[in-house]
Structures are given as structure tokens and as C-alpha cells.
């Protein structure tokens, strides 16, 4: 399994901070697209947004990066500072 972790208004917008998909992806973006065939377009419209950002077993990555099973990737919503 893969495990998922989505923190801040990204959590918000899909109702949830937590979910697994079965391990197969075998990128970032195949990640994202798993998950939108599992929970719905909301889901990919937001996890593919350009700023968001992903971090696998908490290092921050691009979306080709690979994921194996047993990992954990991270979505973060774009940093802002004032």
C-alpha cells in the first residue's frame, strides 16, 4: 500500500487528511491519477494543481518522482508568507 497524507486546505477541499491506494503507481503523477479514479475529477483537479507540492517519506519531490510500496507521499498546499 501506499499511504497518502494530504495536510492544510487541501484537506479542506477534499474532506479528508488520510487514504491509502494499492501499490502499482510507480510515479508521483500515477499517484495523483489513482487517486482521482478512486475518489472523483475533484481529486485530481486538486492534487495536480501547478503549486501544490509532494513530498515522498517526507522528502519534498517533483512528479516524476518514483514511488514504492510502503511509502508515504505528502500533498501540501502552494506556501505563502506575509
Excluded at 510507480?26 to 509532494?54: D, F, N, P, Y
Amino acid at each position: 500500500m501506499i499511504r497518502v497524507a494530504i495536510f492544510a486546505s487541501l484537506r479542506e477541499s477534499l474532506g479528508t487528511g488520510r487514504t491509502e491506494i494499492p501499490a502499482g503507481p510507480g510515479r508521483v503523477s500515477e499517484v495523483i491519477a489513482a487517486l482521482g479514479s478512486q475518489h472523483g475529477e475533484q481529486w485530481l483537479k486538486t492534487l495536480s494543481g501547478e503549486k501544490v507540492l509532494v513530498a515522498v517519506n517526507q522528502t519534498m519531490v517533483n512528479d516524476d518522482h518514483a514511488v514504492a510500496d510502503g511509502d508515504e507521499v505528502a500533498f501540501f498546499p502552494p506556501v505563502t508568507g506575509g
